[in-house]
């Protein structure tokens, strides 16, 4: 754990403004096994300071990469001055941002370093749990990823924290000779919010996984491709919470919307069927933990949850200050850096649909001719809510019956479009915490959702 050296330099910070100092350190540790074979072992830190300060309608920032006393009190200096040089050229004044009772928020949970010994054997019990039981794989592959945060966060007129994000997962990918003599891949993962006896203690989950895969994997190998066109689907909690975190999500964080996304002509309209829901939780969801609970971003303000969609109107953006400042809101703590050398930005936490009524095997069956789509695969977004997205696994629904599995292929729309062809949502939410989403700078974030139905276009062959 990081040493707590900096609470004595609040007193450096310049009467009047709104200052922020961060120090932090992030980990890395990575083991991959590829056909048996040991192809990466790595560790790594990286640890410094920064400093964000606000003054007078405009932002100065400074970071060094060292984590001592003396870095601190630099940053401090620099990014006051950047602030007092930048205020030269501002326009005018945008006012004080919101402020906050000021507390001291800790996290629950904090970093557990293992030996690297541990992790390699942990992914050499996984690949020989493959060559065991998936005879027919041509090619398999482990990789085990840690990737940590550790911050201390002082602030001049908001909150102050010590908090942490360790977070765990194991990736599988497994190949197949096809029928027509083409190579065939799938790839799933588990993951979880802790180290590594908190997730793999036991490796039931993840063997369950592996079986899961190779039995989708072997009917991907006989599998055909899907007709293109607008299609009647039901998209798996994987695929549904990588459209709502990707082509909604970031549509709604107000620095995007600021530079021109959909959603801001759109705050308070109908946006979706009456039946969708979407919120950006902070650290609880339900009567549990969320699966990467924040509890103070890195401005100093206290993480609430965010709601973003209520019975289908739009209602709300993800905020840092300035933003809030701007719209005339309270912030609830979304701004966040991932690296210490990284200025805050408006961040998503855990996003996701919210459950609705319905039995998955009920929303098969009520589809005549479709696809149930398992996994995604890479895909992008942009501003205007238009998204395309790769689909690796995936099944035909005839009857309202699942067929047979379809090949590669993709998904394409306008998800305000999509959103208002909902007509079903399975009452279980499933969450994927290894994500991690690539605004300007890396971020750790959570993304989950239920089984939608919907009509999505499909691009076949």
Known sequence: MLEDILCGKKSLFETGASSVLRGQENRLRSVIINQGIL????RSEDSGVCALVYKNGVKGFASMAEYSEAAAEQVIKTATENANYLRKYAKNDKGVLPSVKPQVINSKRFIVDFEQEKIIELCKEVDAYIVKNCPKTSARAVNYREDTMEKFIYTSDACDGHVAYPRVRIMVVLKMEAKDGSTVEIFDSVNGFGNID???????????????????????????????????????????????????????????????????????????????????????YQDGQAPLP???DDEGIPAEDAVLVKNGVLTGFMHNRESALHFGVMPQGNARGYCFSDEPLVRMRNTTVLPGKDKLEDMIASIDDGYYLLNTGNGQADLTGEFMFGIT????????????????TTVSGIA????????????????????????????AVSMGGPAVKCKINIGGR
């Open 39 to 42: 192809t990466t072992n790595k």
């Open 294 to 296: 924040v509890y103070v």
């Open 416 to 443: 305000f479009d999509l959103l208002k062809t909902v007509d079903m949502l399975s009452d279980e939410v499933t969450w994927h915490s290894s994500g991690t989403c690539g605004k300007k700078q890396p971020m």
């Open 198 to 284: 908190d997730n793999f203690k036991s490796l039931d989950k993840t063997y369950k996984t592996i079986d899961e895969m190779y039995k989708r994997l072997c009917d991907k190998a006989e599998g055909v491709y899907a007709e293109a066109g607008e299609k009647t689907v039901i998209l798996d909690p994987s695929v549904a919470g990588m459209i709502a975190h990707e082509a909604i999500g970031h549509t709604v964080e107000a620095d995007l919307v600021l530079g021109g996304s959909v959603a801001g002509p759109n705050l308070g309209k109908k946006i979706a069927s009456d039946i969708v829901s979407i919120v950006d939780y902070a650290y609880t």
């Open 393 to 408: 696994c995936g099944y035909e629904i005839k009857h309202g019956k699942l067929g047979r599995a379809i090949l590669d």
